[in-house]
Protein backbone atom coordinates (compact mmCIF):
# COMPACT_ATOMS: atom_id res chain seq x y z
CA UNK A 1 0.00 0.00 0.00
CA UNK A 2 1.25 3.50 -0.41
CA UNK A 3 2.58 5.85 2.41
CA UNK A 4 4.73 8.30 1.67
CA UNK A 5 5.41 10.26 -1.61
CA UNK A 6 8.13 12.45 -3.69
CA UNK A 7 6.80 13.89 -6.72
CA UNK A 8 8.14 16.07 -9.29
CA UNK A 9 5.59 19.00 -10.71
CA UNK A 10 7.49 20.39 -13.67
CA UNK A 11 7.27 23.69 -13.98
CA UNK A 12 9.30 25.72 -16.90
CA UNK A 13 7.33 28.97 -16.24
CA UNK A 14 10.50 30.76 -14.59
CA UNK A 15 8.12 33.95 -13.48
CA UNK A 16 5.63 32.17 -12.03
CA UNK A 17 8.60 30.46 -9.94
CA UNK A 18 9.79 33.69 -9.26
CA UNK A 19 6.57 34.66 -7.63
CA UNK A 20 6.40 31.46 -5.54
CA UNK A 21 9.75 31.80 -4.06
CA UNK A 22 8.86 35.43 -2.59
CA UNK A 23 8.34 34.15 0.66
CA UNK A 24 10.16 30.50 0.94
CA UNK A 25 13.42 30.21 3.01
CA UNK A 26 16.52 30.21 0.53
CA UNK A 27 19.09 27.62 0.90
CA UNK A 28 22.81 27.99 -1.27
CA UNK A 29 26.13 27.01 -1.11
CA UNK A 30 28.57 29.05 -2.98
CA UNK A 31 32.52 28.68 -3.32
CA UNK A 32 33.98 32.00 -2.07
CA UNK A 33 37.39 31.77 -3.76
CA UNK A 34 35.57 31.23 -7.47
CA UNK A 35 31.82 32.93 -7.07
CA UNK A 36 30.77 29.75 -8.51
CA UNK A 37 27.44 28.49 -6.70
CA UNK A 38 27.48 24.62 -6.55
CA UNK A 39 23.79 24.87 -5.60
CA UNK A 40 20.46 27.15 -4.64
CA UNK A 41 17.17 26.29 -4.14
CA UNK A 42 13.98 27.39 -2.20
CA UNK A 43 11.75 25.50 0.38
CA UNK A 44 8.46 26.23 1.87
CA UNK A 45 5.57 24.37 3.67
CA UNK A 46 1.40 24.35 3.24
CA UNK A 47 -1.10 22.76 5.10
CA UNK A 48 -3.38 20.90 3.07
CA UNK A 49 -6.19 18.25 3.15
CA UNK A 50 -9.18 17.91 5.49
CA UNK A 51 -6.75 17.83 8.37
CA UNK A 52 -4.54 20.68 7.04
CA UNK A 53 -1.58 18.22 7.60
CA UNK A 54 1.50 20.63 6.75
CA UNK A 55 3.67 19.20 3.61
CA UNK A 56 6.71 20.72 2.60
CA UNK A 57 7.60 21.65 -1.22
CA UNK A 58 11.08 22.63 -2.91
CA UNK A 59 11.31 24.49 -5.76
CA UNK A 60 14.27 23.41 -8.57
CA UNK A 61 15.51 25.55 -10.95
CA UNK A 62 17.97 23.34 -11.92
CA UNK A 63 17.97 20.28 -13.64
CA UNK A 64 14.80 19.09 -13.37
CA UNK A 65 12.93 21.83 -13.10
CA UNK A 66 9.71 22.22 -11.08
CA UNK A 67 7.97 21.77 -7.93
CA UNK A 68 9.04 18.78 -5.31
CA UNK A 69 6.19 17.77 -3.02
CA UNK A 70 6.43 14.98 -0.28
CA UNK A 71 4.12 13.76 2.47
CA UNK A 72 2.15 10.80 3.10
CA UNK A 73 -0.54 10.34 1.42
CA UNK A 74 -2.80 8.33 4.32
CA UNK A 75 -2.30 11.78 6.46
CA UNK A 76 -3.57 13.55 3.66
CA UNK A 77 -6.50 11.82 3.83
CA UNK A 78 -7.35 10.15 7.15
CA UNK A 79 -4.79 12.38 9.43
CA UNK A 80 -2.87 9.21 11.00
CA UNK A 81 -0.79 6.70 8.69
CA UNK A 82 -2.13 3.91 10.91
CA UNK A 83 -4.52 3.33 7.99
CA UNK A 84 -3.12 2.88 4.39
CA UNK A 85 -3.95 3.91 0.95
CA UNK A 86 -4.75 1.48 -1.96
CA UNK A 87 -3.22 2.16 -4.97
CA UNK A 88 -6.30 2.33 -6.79
CA UNK A 89 -7.06 5.74 -4.64
CA UNK A 90 -3.75 7.27 -5.13
CA UNK A 91 -5.52 9.00 -8.31
CA UNK A 92 -8.30 10.19 -7.04
CA UNK A 93 -6.04 11.86 -4.23
CA UNK A 94 -3.62 13.41 -6.08
CA UNK A 95 -6.34 15.16 -8.42
CA UNK A 96 -8.22 16.21 -5.23
CA UNK A 97 -4.34 17.44 -3.61
CA UNK A 98 -4.09 19.10 -7.41
CA UNK A 99 -6.99 21.44 -7.05
CA UNK A 100 -6.38 22.44 -4.05
CA UNK A 101 -2.85 23.90 -4.71
CA UNK A 102 -4.29 25.05 -7.83
CA UNK A 103 -6.77 27.17 -5.62
CA UNK A 104 -3.83 27.87 -3.15
CA UNK A 105 -1.24 29.91 -5.68
CA UNK A 106 -4.04 31.46 -8.17
CA UNK A 107 -2.61 28.97 -11.03
CA UNK A 108 -2.99 26.00 -12.97
CA UNK A 109 -0.33 23.54 -12.47
CA UNK A 110 0.37 20.44 -14.74
CA UNK A 111 -1.99 17.48 -14.77
CA UNK A 112 -1.31 14.21 -12.81
CA UNK A 113 -0.18 12.60 -16.39
CA UNK A 114 3.25 14.97 -16.03
CA UNK A 115 4.13 14.01 -12.71
CA UNK A 116 6.93 12.24 -11.59
CA UNK A 117 7.49 9.77 -8.81
CA UNK A 118 10.98 10.55 -6.62
CA UNK A 119 10.33 8.58 -4.13
CA UNK A 120 8.08 5.85 -3.04
CA UNK A 121 7.15 3.74 0.42
CA UNK A 122 5.34 1.08 0.69
CA UNK A 123 3.76 -0.29 3.35
CA UNK A 124 1.52 -3.02 4.51
CA UNK A 125 -0.02 -3.71 7.79
CA UNK A 126 -0.13 -7.54 9.47
CA UNK A 127 -2.94 -7.67 12.37
CA UNK A 128 -2.20 -9.95 15.42
CA UNK A 129 -4.33 -10.55 18.61
CA UNK A 130 -2.05 -8.69 20.83
CA UNK A 131 1.05 -6.34 21.26
CA UNK A 132 2.88 -9.43 22.47
CA UNK A 133 2.75 -11.59 19.55
CA UNK A 134 4.16 -8.99 17.16
CA UNK A 135 6.93 -8.46 19.79
CA UNK A 136 7.69 -12.50 19.33
CA UNK A 137 7.31 -12.16 15.93
CA UNK A 138 9.53 -9.12 15.84
CA UNK A 139 12.42 -10.85 17.65
CA UNK A 140 12.43 -13.44 15.36
CA UNK A 141 12.73 -10.81 12.47
CA UNK A 142 15.64 -9.04 14.03
CA UNK A 143 18.02 -12.38 14.00
CA UNK A 144 17.67 -12.41 10.36
CA UNK A 145 20.52 -10.86 8.04
CA UNK A 146 20.15 -9.25 4.68
CA UNK A 147 22.91 -9.42 2.23
CA UNK A 148 24.83 -6.01 1.34
CA UNK A 149 22.35 -4.01 3.90
CA UNK A 150 23.24 -2.04 6.59
CA UNK A 151 21.29 -3.55 9.79
CA UNK A 152 19.76 -1.29 12.47
CA UNK A 153 18.14 -3.30 15.13
CA UNK A 154 16.01 -1.18 18.16
CA UNK A 155 13.92 -3.28 20.50
CA UNK A 156 10.43 -2.54 18.24
CA UNK A 157 11.65 -2.31 14.85
CA UNK A 158 14.48 -3.02 12.36
CA UNK A 159 15.90 -1.47 9.15
CA UNK A 160 17.87 -3.41 6.07
CA UNK A 161 18.98 -0.13 5.05
CA UNK A 162 20.86 0.60 1.27
CA UNK A 163 21.53 2.97 -1.26
CA UNK A 164 18.94 2.29 -3.86
CA UNK A 165 16.00 0.79 -1.22
CA UNK A 166 15.67 0.24 2.73
CA UNK A 167 13.26 -2.34 4.49
CA UNK A 168 12.01 -1.59 7.84
CA UNK A 169 9.77 -3.95 10.15
CA UNK A 170 8.12 -2.22 13.40
CA UNK A 171 5.89 -2.54 15.99
CA UNK A 172 3.23 0.27 14.59
CA UNK A 173 1.63 1.09 18.08
CA UNK A 174 5.36 2.01 19.34
CA UNK A 175 6.17 4.14 15.92
CA UNK A 176 2.47 5.75 16.71
CA UNK A 177 2.32 6.54 20.00
CA UNK A 178 5.75 8.34 19.87
CA UNK A 179 5.38 10.43 16.97
CA UNK A 180 1.87 10.99 16.13
CA UNK A 181 -0.75 10.30 19.12
CA UNK A 182 -0.67 13.81 20.38
CA UNK A 183 -1.14 15.13 17.02
CA UNK A 184 -3.84 13.14 16.62
CA UNK A 185 -5.53 13.70 19.87
CA UNK A 186 -6.15 17.37 18.93
CA UNK A 187 -8.42 15.81 15.83
CA UNK A 188 -10.42 13.16 17.36
CA UNK A 189 -10.09 12.02 20.52
CA UNK A 190 -12.15 8.95 20.45
CA UNK A 191 -10.75 8.35 17.00
CA UNK A 192 -7.13 8.49 18.18
CA UNK A 193 -7.75 6.12 21.09
CA UNK A 194 -9.18 3.23 19.00
CA UNK A 195 -6.48 3.58 16.10
CA UNK A 196 -3.93 3.24 19.23
CA UNK A 197 -5.63 -0.08 19.89
CA UNK A 198 -5.78 -0.98 16.72
CA UNK A 199 -1.72 -0.04 15.92
CA UNK A 200 -0.82 -1.72 19.24
CA UNK A 201 -1.73 -5.04 17.22
CA UNK A 202 0.24 -3.95 13.98
CA UNK A 203 3.61 -4.84 12.59
CA UNK A 204 4.10 -3.24 9.90
CA UNK A 205 6.54 -3.90 6.72
CA UNK A 206 7.85 -1.29 4.43
CA UNK A 207 10.03 -0.56 1.67
CA UNK A 208 11.03 2.68 0.60
CA UNK A 209 12.15 2.92 -3.21
CA UNK A 210 14.86 5.93 -4.31
CA UNK A 211 14.55 7.72 -7.82
CA UNK A 212 16.87 5.60 -9.87
CA UNK A 213 15.96 1.98 -8.14
CA UNK A 214 12.70 2.75 -9.01
CA UNK A 215 13.42 2.93 -12.59
CA UNK A 216 14.58 -0.66 -12.55
CA UNK A 217 10.96 -1.63 -10.25
CA UNK A 218 9.01 -0.41 -12.90
CA UNK A 219 10.85 -0.71 -16.07
CA UNK A 220 11.14 2.67 -17.30
CA UNK A 221 13.10 5.95 -16.89
CA UNK A 222 10.61 8.59 -15.61
CA UNK A 223 7.89 6.49 -13.49
CA UNK A 224 4.47 8.47 -13.42
CA UNK A 225 1.41 8.59 -10.88
CA UNK A 226 -0.41 6.04 -13.00
CA UNK A 227 2.55 3.75 -12.90
CA UNK A 228 1.94 3.28 -9.02
CA UNK A 229 -1.85 3.49 -8.86
CA UNK A 230 -2.32 -0.74 -9.60
CA UNK A 231 -3.35 -2.64 -6.90
CA UNK A 232 -2.30 -6.07 -8.51
CA UNK A 233 1.36 -4.39 -9.40
CA UNK A 234 2.13 -2.83 -6.52
CA UNK A 235 1.00 -5.88 -4.45
CA UNK A 236 3.31 -8.25 -6.08
CA UNK A 237 6.06 -5.63 -5.48
CA UNK A 238 5.34 -5.87 -1.99
CA UNK A 239 5.59 -9.71 -1.68
CA UNK A 240 8.60 -9.78 -3.62
CA UNK A 241 10.61 -7.52 -1.94
CA UNK A 242 9.34 -9.65 1.43
CA UNK A 243 10.46 -12.64 0.17
CA UNK A 244 13.86 -11.29 -0.13
CA UNK A 245 14.24 -10.42 3.16
CA UNK A 246 12.88 -14.42 3.95
CA UNK A 247 15.28 -15.83 0.84
CA UNK A 248 17.36 -18.21 3.44
CA UNK A 249 14.77 -18.79 5.94
CA UNK A 250 13.28 -21.77 6.80
CA UNK A 251 10.24 -21.59 8.64
CA UNK A 252 10.06 -24.80 9.82
CA UNK A 253 10.45 -25.37 13.66
CA UNK A 254 13.19 -27.01 14.90
CA UNK A 255 15.27 -28.31 17.63
CA UNK A 256 18.96 -28.24 18.18
CA UNK A 257 19.72 -31.90 18.29
CA UNK A 258 17.52 -31.80 15.07
CA UNK A 259 19.73 -29.10 13.33
CA UNK A 260 22.88 -31.42 14.69
CA UNK A 261 21.75 -34.47 13.20
CA UNK A 262 20.15 -32.95 9.70
CA UNK A 263 23.94 -31.02 9.21
CA UNK A 264 25.77 -34.51 10.00
CA UNK A 265 23.69 -36.60 7.60
CA UNK A 266 24.50 -33.98 4.68
CA UNK A 267 27.42 -32.85 5.06
CA UNK A 268 31.17 -34.87 5.45
CA UNK A 269 32.46 -34.30 9.53
CA UNK A 270 34.42 -31.30 9.61
CA UNK A 271 32.26 -29.25 7.44
CA UNK A 272 29.39 -30.28 9.74
CA UNK A 273 31.27 -29.17 12.40
CA UNK A 274 31.63 -26.05 10.76
CA UNK A 275 28.35 -25.18 9.81
CA UNK A 276 26.79 -26.11 13.49
CA UNK A 277 29.29 -23.96 15.08
CA UNK A 278 28.08 -20.96 12.58
CA UNK A 279 24.55 -21.93 12.85
CA UNK A 280 24.30 -21.25 16.82
CA UNK A 281 26.88 -18.61 16.94
CA UNK A 282 25.49 -16.50 13.73
CA UNK A 283 21.79 -17.00 14.91
CA UNK A 284 21.24 -17.01 18.93
CA UNK A 285 24.34 -15.49 19.90
CA UNK A 286 25.39 -11.89 19.85
CA UNK A 287 28.48 -11.67 20.80
CA UNK A 288 29.97 -14.92 18.61
CA UNK A 289 27.87 -13.32 15.61
CA UNK A 290 30.10 -10.28 16.13
CA UNK A 291 33.84 -12.25 16.22
CA UNK A 292 31.94 -14.18 12.98
CA UNK A 293 31.47 -11.29 11.02
CA UNK A 294 34.87 -10.11 11.40
CA UNK A 295 36.43 -13.38 11.16
CA UNK A 296 34.37 -14.49 7.96
CA UNK A 297 34.60 -12.77 4.54
CA UNK A 298 31.06 -11.75 2.96
CA UNK A 299 31.13 -14.45 0.53
CA UNK A 300 31.77 -17.29 3.59
CA UNK A 301 28.78 -15.85 5.07
CA UNK A 302 26.83 -15.81 2.38
CA UNK A 303 27.90 -19.77 1.32
CA UNK A 304 27.34 -21.24 4.86
CA UNK A 305 23.67 -19.63 5.27
CA UNK A 306 22.77 -20.83 1.58
CA UNK A 307 23.96 -24.43 2.58
CA UNK A 308 21.92 -24.02 5.56
CA UNK A 309 18.83 -23.30 3.71
CA UNK A 310 19.69 -25.86 0.61
CA UNK A 311 19.41 -28.51 3.58
CA UNK A 312 15.85 -27.01 5.46
CA UNK A 313 17.75 -25.78 8.91
CA UNK A 314 15.63 -23.37 10.85
CA UNK A 315 16.26 -20.85 14.05
CA UNK A 316 12.64 -20.78 15.03
CA UNK A 317 13.44 -23.07 17.78
CA UNK A 318 12.70 -20.43 20.82
CA UNK A 319 9.09 -19.35 19.41
CA UNK A 320 6.17 -21.15 20.79
CA UNK A 321 3.61 -23.27 18.12
CA UNK A 322 1.21 -19.91 18.23
CA UNK A 323 4.02 -17.18 17.65
CA UNK A 324 5.33 -20.08 14.90
CA UNK A 325 2.04 -20.13 13.17
CA UNK A 326 2.28 -16.49 13.06
CA UNK A 327 5.93 -16.40 11.47
CA UNK A 328 4.21 -18.50 8.77
CA UNK A 329 1.29 -16.01 8.16
CA UNK A 330 4.06 -13.14 7.31
CA UNK A 331 2.80 -13.18 3.98
CA UNK A 332 1.51 -10.47 1.04
CA UNK A 333 -1.32 -11.04 0.55
CA UNK A 334 -2.52 -12.28 4.08
CA UNK A 335 -5.79 -12.50 5.50
CA UNK A 336 -4.42 -10.84 8.39
CA UNK A 337 -3.91 -7.38 6.36
CA UNK A 338 -6.16 -4.93 7.48
CA UNK A 339 -5.68 -1.39 5.90
CA UNK A 340 -8.76 0.93 7.58
CA UNK A 341 -9.67 1.85 11.46
CA UNK A 342 -13.28 0.56 9.37
CA UNK A 343 -12.04 -2.60 7.82
CA UNK A 344 -10.18 -3.20 11.32
CA UNK A 345 -13.25 -2.90 13.39
CA UNK A 346 -15.79 -5.16 11.30
CA UNK A 347 -13.71 -7.94 11.71
CA UNK A 348 -13.14 -7.01 14.99
CA UNK A 349 -16.14 -6.52 16.26
CA UNK A 350 -16.94 -10.35 14.10
CA UNK A 351 -14.08 -12.10 15.68
CA UNK A 352 -15.61 -10.50 19.24
CA UNK A 353 -19.18 -12.14 18.59
Not at 20 to 46: C, D, H, P, Q, W
Not at 64 to 72: K, L, N, R
Request: charged share 30%; aromatic share 14%; proline share 2%.
Amino acid sequence: MIDTLKILIPVDDRKFLEKLKVNLIRTSRKNLETGEMKYEYFTGEIKAGSYLKTISFKISEGMPVGIFFEFSLPKYKYGNNVEMIWPSEVLVILESFRKELCEKIKEELPLLSEWIVYRLDLCYNWTFESKEKCQSLMNFIQRIDYPRKKVHRYETSVMYIGSAYTIKFYLKGDEFLKNSFKESLKVNEEKTYKLLDWANKILRFEVEFRKNYLQSVFGKKKVKISDIADDQAIIAIEALYLDKVFKYINKEKMKHEDVRQRINSYFKPAKAYRLYNFYKGYYFEQDEKYHIEKGLNRSTIFNYKKDLKKIGVAFTENLTSNDFVAVEELIIPSKNAHFTLLAYNSIHTIVSI
